[in-house]
């Protein structure tokens, strides 16, 4: 007996802008709208519990480019899944913003935003009850449901309905923040955009819904800049006036959201320009006003740039290094070639400590970024002219607080306050190191370890990428390749030697150095266990008859 043929098989286009109800991949009915689809595989299947899909519709294949995308939905079929599960229990639920943008663009969406008539919260608990998927209230007083469709071993969805605002979709749509983001895709499968966003899509142009778009929320500001590279856009004439008009309203945004959309602008390919912008939009001295600070403060030789575009340049070669070692992309010239050559048997220990987690979705690479653009921030206030140059004396300290009270200001983690702040306060010490020789000693390289533990590892990677900024790309190759080695000779003792001989365990114990030296418990025991590690470190004391002698010798 031949079996029905599975619906993947079949030319779905057949069903198009209708729904499907399935039993083990069989299609069993077919219907206009959700409802109608399970009640005709009731009455065909009334032992067996239906899956129903909706099948995207002609209306869904248009594309904004000219070159044609696929059609919405093809090779996404579970925010297909997603979508229909919608619909089934909200038929009247309209996909807004920017995951129909995205799929427009055909980029993968994981985040699905509805807009109903209804109430928001209670289609959200239907549809979240109907599958098993986990739902809470995201937005009480607007209406708004979160729903988690978790996968295993996947990415997963969030799925957001809410209450439509204005009294209907036109309002709801003109109240968003940009034309692009104010597409929406009607249940029945038809698209509608009422502001020309399919337009500005094509034309690359970055579009307010109206000029009280950015006023009516000041983050829109920081979301604009990081679309503008996200998407490839260029800002509609008018919208740096606006920003700028807006920008005042920046300081009524809570610091949990600022916080989270610097990090979406820092974790850009090229964080430096999404910065740049924001100073152009006169956002900068209220978002970061320590940095903002640096643009009037000039720097000598070697140094190829004034103290702000330098640290702009810090932050594109420390992003472009971790990016590197992240594999996310490939050596562009002879300076990344030369420094990636150096770390190659580094790659696999490094890309596992960048990528380590210090707060919920915010990797280690992202603080050492924020690192890069802290570090020099005590220049402002430390620079003085001495015999024709400028100098910078302690600046490093200086640059350690302003950091931790900026991190504190955005509601970071301790964890990343503390790495931040430590980083800042430590990054002249390879420079230090440097200029006392291209090989660090073992006992250079014992007290950075004892320090600062595997952390010397963004130290380092600060270092090479401060010094890329301050030569610029027209630095000496032979230079930089010491630079490089150097480079990895501080790396290497955490990641690839042998951890034991940079810090060794001490011989003695506390107890046995009281006992031989009459010490009592205190600072100056702990100091004698310090050298007597160091020593051990560099090779002066090898054995416990030797570190007895040492000790007593201290005391």
């Not at 098989?9 to 209708?18: C, H, I, K, M, V």
């Not at 229909?84 to 994981?110: C, F, K, N």
């Not at 903002?292 to 992003?319: C, D, K, N």
């Not at 003085?384 to 504190?408: I, N, Q, Y």
Request: glycine share 8%.
């Amino acid at each position: 007996m031949a079996h029905p043929p599975h619906f993947l098989d079949l030319d779905l286009s057949l069903f198009a802008g209708r729904y499907v109800a399935l039993v083990e991949g069989e299609i069993i009915a077919v219907g206009e709208t959700a409802a109608d689809a399970q009640a005709r595989a009731r009455l065909s299947r009334p032992q067996r519990t239906a899956t129903v899909l909706y099948v995207a519709s002609p209306d869904m294949i248009e594309s904004p480019s000219p070159a044609g995308a696929p059609r919405l939905f093809a090779s996404q079929p579970a925010a297909q899944q997603a979508h229909a599960a919608v619909l089934r229990e909200a038929p009247e639920a309209v996909m807004v913003g920017g995951a129909v943008r995205d799929l427009l663009l055909d980029l993968p969406v994981h985040d699905l935003d509805y807009v109903l008539p209804g109430d928001g919260l209670a289609a959200a608990r239907r549809v979240a009850d109907a599958n098993g998927w986990a739902y809470y209230p995201l937005d009480a007083g607007r209406g708004t449901g979160r729903i988690i469709w978790k996968r295993a071993g996947e990415e997963p969805f969030l799925i957001d309905l809410a209450t439509q605002a204005g009294g209907s979709l036109e309002a709801d749509l003109r109240a968003r923040d940009f034309t692009i983001n104010a597409i929406a895709l009607l249940p029945g499968g038809e698209i509608t955009d009422p502001l020309a966003g399919r337009q500005d899509l094509e034309a690359r142009w970055l579009r307010t819904c109206s000029p009280a778009s950015l006023g009516a929320d000041a983050v829109r500001i920081l979301r604009g800049v990081r679309m503008l590279f996200t998407f490839r856009l260029k800002p509609a004439p008018g919208l740096e006036d606006l920003a700028r008009a807006a920008g005042p309203g920046l300081v009524d945004v809570s610091a949990e959201r600022l916080r989270d959309e610097l990090c979406r602008l820092v974790v850009l390919p090229e964080p430096h320009q999404a910065l740049g912008y924001l100073a152009a939009w006169g956002a900068l001295p209220l978002l970061a006003p320590e940095l903002a600070a640096l643009q009037e403060v000039r720097q000598s030789f070697p140094h190829v740039h004034g103290a702000y575009e330098h640290t702009l340049m810090a932050l594109r070669r420390i992003a472009r290094l971790d990016r590197l070692l992240r594999g996310e992309l490939r050596t562009a010239d002879d300076l990344e070639l030369t420094l990636s050559a150096s770390l190659a048997p580094l790659t696999g220990p490094l890309r596992a400590y960048l990528e380590q987690e210090l707060a919920s979705g915010r990797p280690r690479w992202l603080a050492l970024r924020l690192a890069a653009l802290a570090h020099d921030w005590g220049k402002a206030t430390t620079a003085t002219m001495e015999a024709g140059r400028t100098h910078f004396h302690g600046h490093e300290g200086v640059s350690a607080r302003l950091a931790a009270d900026w991190f504190d200001r955005y509601a970071f983690s301790v964890r990343e306050r503390d790495l931040v702040q430590m980083i800042c306060g430590a990054h002249m010490r390879p420079v230090t190191l440097a200029q006392a020789g291209w090989t660090p000693s073992r006992r250079s390289l014992h007290r950075l370890y004892r320090d600062y533990g595997s952390d010397v590892a963004a130290l380092a990677l600060l270092f090479a990428a401060d010094t890329l900024a301050t030569y610029g790309p027209d630095i000496d190759q032979n230079l930089w390749g010491r630079y490089c080695a150097f480079v990895a000779a501080l790396i290497e003792p955490g990641f690839a030697g042998d951890p034991a001989a940079i810090a060794p365990k001490p011989l003695l114990d506390g107890r046995r150095i009281m006992a031989l030296t009459g010490l009592p418990p205190g600072p100056r025991l702990g100091e004698v266990l310090a050298r007597l590690q160091e020593a051990q470190a560099v090779g002066e004391v090898t054995t416990v008859a030797e570190a007895e002698a040492y000790v007593e010798r201290l005391a």
